[in-house]
């Protein structure tokens, strides 16, 4: 069962354009939802995150738009440039207990940035 | 401040071994997380060790297990190789798990045979 589905697979866009990549996840207990950035060789690296508690949170070219109601959240790179072509990938999880459970990963998009 | 550190980056091993992996947490993180990367399944939480304890656990089978020791470093063994479990294996660190910031390893890729 996958618990947190990411669209589309691949994406091209042209540099300066905006980057879309969409998550829509299906436990209403996720409550903390990051997005990952990994270049091939490397692990993921968090580029930012968010809470359910609000609806948008923005850190430099990099914006998450989160809609509870419809359990979907979505990250906008804003004048994409050549060196954001990389692997994204969304994830969520849940406190329970001690602790949180583990990240939940979507299988990931594959961001190419065209100069 | 030094990252995360994976031993060995690469790996190779027949069926039916057995491989232990390592993962040097970033100094002062408490919590250590095991993830398995795969192109079919992309990446999987298999568990997380917190204060030497195992706190959470994916839905892999008991041949996955793992361990910390007292200074946050942490090792994942996988018994019985099979085909199937070459991968990337991942280690993340944290100071508190899942609900802050994960940090990365490199990875330990391993190639089953």
């Known amino acids: 069962q996958q618990q947190v589905k990411q669209s589309p697979q691949s994406l091209i866009v042209q540099k300066g354009g905006i980057s879309i990549i969409n998550c829509a996840y299906e436990?209403?207990?996720?409550?903390?939802f990051p997005w990952y950035q990994q270049f091939p060789g490397k692990g993921p690296a968090l580029l930012i995150a968010?809470?359910?508690?609000?609806s948008e949170k923005k850190e430099g070219r990099f914006t998450i738009s989160f809609n509870k109601s419809a359990k979907q959240f979505s990250l906008h790179i804003m004048d994409s440039q050549p060196g954001d072509s990389a692997t994204y990938f969304c994830a969520a999880s849940r406190y329970s207990g001690g602790g949180a459970d583990g990240l939940t990963f979507g299988k990931g998009t594959h961001l190419i940035i065209q100069p | 401040k030094a990252g995360v550190t994976q031993t060995p980056r690469y790996l190779i091993k027949t069926r039916g071994q057995q491989v232990t992996l390592s993962c040097s947490p970033i100094s002062g993180h408490r919590s250590v997380s095991w993830y398995q990367q795969t192109p079919g399944q992309g990446l999987q939480f298999l568990f997380e060790y917190f204060s030497e304890t195992q706190r959470n656990k994916g839905n892999f089978p008991g041949r996955f297990s793992g361990r910390q020791f007292s200074n946050s470093r942490s090792e994942m063994n996988v018994s019985t190789l099979e085909l199937g479990d070459s991968a990337l294996y991942l280690c993340?660190?944290?100071?508190?798990?899942?609900?802050?910031?994960?940090?990365f390893g490199p990875g330990t890729r391993l190639l089953v045979l």
């Open positions: 968010i809470r359910p508690d609000v």
């Open positions: 436990n209403t207990a996720f409550d903390y």
């Open positions: 993340a660190s944290s100071f508190a798990g899942a609900k802050e910031t994960q940090y």
